[in-house]
C-alpha cells in the first residue's frame, strides 16, 4: 500500500513539472512588448546611491570665471565706554596637542559667554635650536630643536564687566607649559599671518 502511495504521488510530481516546462517554452510568454507598453526595472539593485544629493548639474554654467579677490585688512573696531575692541588671545606652547586644545577651549567659553569670536587661526610654528658647547673644542653642536606652536582666538564686542570672569576662567583652566596672553588687535598681528617674501619686496621696490 505504501508503496502504491508513493508511485502515485511521482506520477503527480512528474506531470506539474511537465506542465510548468511547457508554459515556460509556450510562444505567449515569448512574444515582443508592443511598443507603448512600460515594464518596471529595478535597477536601483545596481546603483543603490548614485546621483542622491548631486545638484550642481542644476545649476547654470558659468562663462566666465572669476578672479579671487585678493584678502584686505577689515577695519578694526575701536572700544567703548562698556565693551572692548578686537583683542588677541594668543596661546603659545612647545606640546601642540595641549595648545590646540586649550584654544578650542577658549573658543567654546566665548560662545558659552555670548563673546563674538572674529576668527581662530594658527601662525607659523617657529624653531629654535639649542647649541652645546663640548668640554674639550669650541665647534658648538645642535643639542635640541625646539618647535613653539601658537593659536589666535580672535574676539570682539566683550563687555567690561564679564573680562574678570572670563580672565579668571581661563587662568584657572591654563594646563601646564602654555603661556597665555590677551593683547589689542592691531595691523602688525595681521600682517605676521603671512610669510615674508624679500625677494618680491625688493623687487617692488626697484620698479617704483
Avoid: W
Avoid at 506539474?16 to 539593485?45: C, D, H, N, T
Avoid at 562698556?82 to 606640546?95: E, F, K, Q
Avoid at 665647534?139 to 630643536?145: E, F, N, P, Q
Amino acid at each position: 500500500m505504501n508503496a502504491l502511495t508513493g508511485k502515485v504521488l511521482l506520477m503527480q510530481n512528474t506531470r506539474a513539472l511537465v506542465q510548468a516546462v511547457s508554459l515556460i517554452r509556450s510562444p505567449v510568454l515569448k512574444q515582443p512588448v508592443p511598443p507603448g507598453v512600460f515594464l518596471p526595472e529595478r535597477q536601483y539593485r545596481s546603483m543603490p546611491s548614485h546621483g542622491i544629493g548631486r545638484y550642481k548639474y542644476l545649476l547654470p554654467k558659468e562663462t566666465q570665471k572669476k578672479k579671487k579677490e585678493k584678502v584686505q585688512m577689515k577695519e578694526i573696531k575701536a572700544a567703548t565706554d562698556t565693551a572692548y575692541g578686537v583683542l588677541n588671545v594668543t596661546v603659545s606652547g612647545y606640546d601642540m596637542t595641549l595648545v590646540e586644545h586649550y584654544a578650542q577651549h577658549i573658543h567654546k567659553l566665548c560662545n558659552s559667554l555670548d563673546i563674538k569670536v572674529n576668527e581662530s587661526y594658527a601662525l607659523p610654528t617657529k624653531s629654535t635650536e639649542i647649541l652645546v658647547m663640548p668640554e674639550q673644542g669650541t665647534k658648538m653642536y645642535v643639542d635640541a630643536i625646539l618647535k613653539t606652536h601658537e593659536r589666535v582666538v580672535q574676539i570682539s564686542q566683550m563687555k567690561a564687566t564679564l573680562a574678570p570672569v572670563f580672565l579668571e576662567v581661563l587662568l584657572k583652566n591654563q594646563p601646564e607649559g602654555v603661556q597665555l596672553s590677551i593683547n589689542e588687535h592691531t595691523e602688525a598681528d595681521y600682517k605676521a599671518r603671512f610669510k615674508a617674501r624679500p625677494e618680491l619686496e625688493g623687487l617692488l621696490a626697484q620698479m617704483s
